[in-house]
């Protein structure tokens, strides 16, 4: 599946999308301690994933391609997950939610000079 244009952030959402319908879904070890850490639970994680719209591009990670989804979940809650966008499976590498320092708005990252 390494075969779609990790720039088209619509063809990697459609392709999460499909993933999180057959459940082609593979949750790191990390990603499970940060949902536990946040209380986000997995159902939780499926909604704002596969509602979401991807924040952040990183094509050319040193582990393969993946990217940032920003999503919600159904009760309003915010959530990123950053996850693999060329694999067979979504692999979920880290889940949280976004706020403040790093974060000005969920889909806003603030400024390393800002204060």
């Known amino acids: 599946m390494s075969d779609i244009d990790v720039q088209d952030f619509e063809t990697i959402i459609s392709r999460i999308r499909e993933q999180c319908l057959r459940d082609a879904i593979r949750v790191t070890i990390h990603a499970h301690e940060e949902m536990v850490e ?3 639970s997995y159902d939780s994680m499926i909604e704002a994933l ?3 719209r ?3 591009n990183y094509p050319e990670h040193q582990r393969g391609s993946c990217c940032l ?3 919600q979940d159904s009760t309003g809650r915010f959530l990123h997950i950053c996850c693999t966008t060329s694999l067979e499976v979504v692999v979920i590498i880290t889940v949280y ?3 403040l320092p790093k ?3 969920p889909y806003q990252r603030r400024k390393q000079n800002e204060v």
């Open 50 to 52: 596969a509602g979401g």
């Open 69 to 71: 989804v920003c999503g």
């Open 97 to 99: 939610e976004p706020q």
């Open 54 to 56: 991807v924040v952040e």
């Open 103 to 105: 974060w000005v708005t």
């Open 38 to 40: 946040e209380n986000i």
